[in-house]
């Protein structure tokens, strides 16, 4: 072990008087939000996430109620903080008539971590078609609702961005 003043000049670990963290070795702090909601309305905005026969579901703009997405940084190791709430409203075209609803993700968050998170659905309209129709498109787009959050984040994790 070096004697004081005799070290690396690299090593900043002495008294230091303005309580400097060096090279943000000890606590960095980044937000992610701007970032995320670009990358989720890219993922979702304006897309047709399902389309068979005569039934097509378009999604419209995307919604982000709130969205708290921060990287700590903590001695070299990642820590990622995250916390979602996403309205994704959506057109379905069935055999030339429109029915609109809206998917609901109420909450997305690094606690949960990689388990399936919730999508709700909802329909604009009370009616028979409506239910049949929610009902198809809560089989058909949960899991490709789900994917995408996997996808984003896995870009997430893996540091594929600009901040």
Known sequence: ?????????????????????????????????????D???????????FQQQDISVQTKDLEIVSIEVTLNNRKGKQIW?????????????????????????PYIADENGDTSHEVKVNTDIDSKEAQILK???????????QQKIALWLKTLREGKFII
């Open 81 to 105: 903080l995250y916390e979602v709430e996403l309205k994704l409203p959506w057109t379905v075209n069935f055999n030339g008539s429109n029915i609109d609803g809206k998917f609901h993700l």
């Open 39 to 49: 990358c989720l309305n890219r993922l979702f905005a304006n897309q047709i996430i």
């Open 135 to 145: 009902e198809i498109i809560r089989v058909q787009c949960i899991s490709i609702i």
């Open 1 to 37: 072990m070096a004697k004081f003043g005799e070290g690396d000049p690299r090593w900043v670990v002495s008294d230091r008087s303005d309580g400097t963290n060096v090279n943000n070795w000890h606590w960095k702090e980044i937000d992610c939000s701007g970032w995320s909601k």
